[in-house]
């Protein structure tokens, strides 16, 4: 662990605060309906489309147009995929994706996740690319913020049957918060290097006489989407460890900065929009200190070196003295490669610049443990924001049965339908990873594509299930993904982890905007305190220790304890 290692991650979280508070004004200002700049464009989009802005939705009717949307998105992708051959932008001459792969890149996608169970550009026309996935990519990200902002207004308003449109509050996320903020970030990135062309792959000859395909395409446009709507899915097999992904230091910064900006910034959008700033900033306050602790045990194990060289051979361990570097890229480094993987695992972004199956174990165990507090912490765009209320109105709960009395969050009494959709959004995800897992554990369909044995098998299974079931996209690499079995599971995992807890979530949204405002009294438990944070952080610390300590005993933490002793698993 070094000073520059340090130093980085305060001026990424410094720039953060900086950044964050004017972005979340200037969206709290758009979903009100104040800043209409666009509405040139805007206005021709719903009269093509038939919507009446002006008309609200109840949560019933704003969870069925979010459905119907991504269902009709999803069968969309999927028939581009499979007919990509017949389709323009294909100067590879790709053939269509397989059926079982084109279910599953659709159903990823779709959910914002971006797992890619293939190698990119060898499988994805540019048509598709930019179609099919990158089209996606704006508009899943554009889902969870609408969904998020749907959240705010139950929070917020008094006595109202609607929590908005969700039309006009996707159509906005993207007019207004995502394309503008992608134009400048894609011609940033084209000034460091980023390639940004629809040109036939490269064919170069090297020194030795041998032949190389260099691939090329519209990366920057995808690249700067993949960071600020928390997709995550790369152009390239490396992601943003592969050079026309991530040319420099600087492009490093940028997309880790873009990662964690707007769900940063909608903590702002809460204060703002309900009336409480200081309850957002008790919010981000909360996901402050989890993000801290989690870069501070990343770096830390990830500095070490591997104790099994040490006890082997001294001297290859005082070659590792700067700490693990397998599967990392030297251009990053240590610090950089376990920032990075914080990060993209604190939201769900699950872009890489390194391999997280490649770390020490209890380093792979920071991302795997962000992704089971439910990609929280900054949150992806939109859902971040959603998952950490439930465990605010969780918090609340708990705080009002302490002193024993009804329990209030920012004047809305608390009562058992809330509890109860609060509670079934904080089920549904362990029992879709965990079952999943051990159905993988036990039968050959889940065994036969994994690639290591022993407790570090189980953390690459558990990895891929906790990382779809949280959108996320990530993956421990020794499991090959692409299976009949593996396509199947994880893509319907990404769809339960999803909309199976968006539901409960706007159920929770319409009921709260019906209750009536009730003045705060002398025992109404305050939600902008250092208190209120330190509740909410150890409720979630705990929520996640009960529900996923047995399975992370017998992975990451065996396979560290075993690792001590010199045991390795062939």
């Not at 690459?460 to 009949?484: D, K, P, Q, R, W």
Request: glycine content about 10%; hydrophobic content about 50%.
């Amino acid at each position: 662990m070094t000073a520059n290692g340090w130093f980085q991650f305060l001026v990424l979280f410094l720039v953060l605060l900086i950044c964050m508070r004017p972005l979340g004004i200037y969206m709290a200002g758009v979903f009100n309906g104040r800043y209409r700049f666009l509405g040139w464009l805007e206005k021709p989009i719903y009269r093509i489309s038939g919507v009446h802005e002006d008309q609200e939705m109840t949560w019933r009717g704003y969870a069925a147009a979010m459905l119907l949307f991504s269902f009709v998105s999803l069968l969309v992708t999927y028939f581009i995929e499979r007919a990509q051959h017949f389709l323009p932008w294909n100067p590879q001459h790709l053939p269509g994706v397989e059926q079982f792969l084109a279910w599953n890149t659709a159903a990823s996608f779709t959910t914002n996740t971006n797992w890619q169970a293939y190698s990119n550009d060898v499988t994805m026309s540019y048509f598709t690319q930019m179609a099919g996935l990158a089209y996606h990519n704006f508009f899943s990200a554009a889902v969870g913020i609408a969904c998020a902002i749907a959240l705010i207004r139950g929070v917020a308003r008094r006595e109202s049957k609607t929590i908005g449109n969700f039309w006009v509050d996707s159509t906005r996320a993207c007019l207004y918060v995502l394309l503008p903020l992608c134009i400048v970030g894609a011609l940033f990135l084209v000034s460091q290097g980023c390639i940004q062309n629809l040109h036939p792959y490269t064919v170069a000859h090297t020194v030795q006489g041998q032949t190389q395909t260099i691939a090329q395409g519209p990366v920057a446009s995808q690249e700067i989407i993949k960071e600020l709507g928390t997709n995550g899915g790369g152009f390239f097999v490396a992601n943003s460890a592969h050079p026309f992904e991530n040319p420099t230091p600087l492009t490093n910064f940028i997309e880790m900065f873009a990662i964690v900006l707007i769900g940063g910034a909608l903590t702002v959008t809460l204060g703002r929009m309900t009336g409480s700033p200081g309850h957002g900033w008790a919010v981000f306050a909360c996901m402050a200190i989890l993000f801290a602790s989690g870069f501070t045990i990343a770096y830390w194990a990830e500095s070490q070196p591997s104790p099994v060289l040490h006890n082997v051979n001294q001297h290859a361990s005082r070659l590792q003295s700067g700490g693990n570097m397998e599967g990392k890229e030297t251009r990053f480094g240590v610090s950089d490669s376990a920032l990075f993987a914080t990060v993209t695992t604190d939201t769900s972004c699950g872009a890489v610049n390194s391999m997280h199956d490649s770390f020490m174990p209890l380093g792979g165990m920071v991302p795997l443990m962000n992704m089971m507090l439910g990609c929280i912490i900054f949150g992806g765009v939109g859902s971040g924001l959603y998952g950490i209320l439930i465990y605010v109105v969780l918090s609340v709960f708990i705080a009002g049965l302490m002193v024993g009395r009804t329990p209030e969050y920012l004047g809305k009494k608390i009562e058992s339908y809330d509890v109860k959709m609060t509670m079934l959004y904080v089920l549904i995800f362990p029992l879709v990873i965990l079952v999943l897992t051990a159905i993988s554990v036990l039968y050959p369909m889940g065994l036969s594509s994994l690639a290591n044995h022993g407790p570090h098998g189980l953390s690459e299974i558990l990895y891929a299930f906790t990382s779809t079931a949280a959108n996320n996209g990530s993956a421990f690499a020794g499991l090959n993904a692409n299976t009949h079995w593996y396509n199947g599971a994880t893509g319907f995992n990404m769809l339960g982890g999803r909309f199976l807890m968006i539901i409960p979530m706007l159920a929770l949204a319409g009921n709260l905007a019906r209750k009536k405002s009730i003045p705060p009294s002398p025992g109404t438990f305050p939600v902008n305190t250092a208190l209120f944070t330190v509740l909410l952080t150890g409720v979630i610390l705990i929520v996640g220790a009960l529900t996923f300590f047995p399975a992370l005993s017998l992975g990451p933490i065996l396979e560290h304890l075993l690792l001590q002793h010199g045991v390795l698993f062939s």
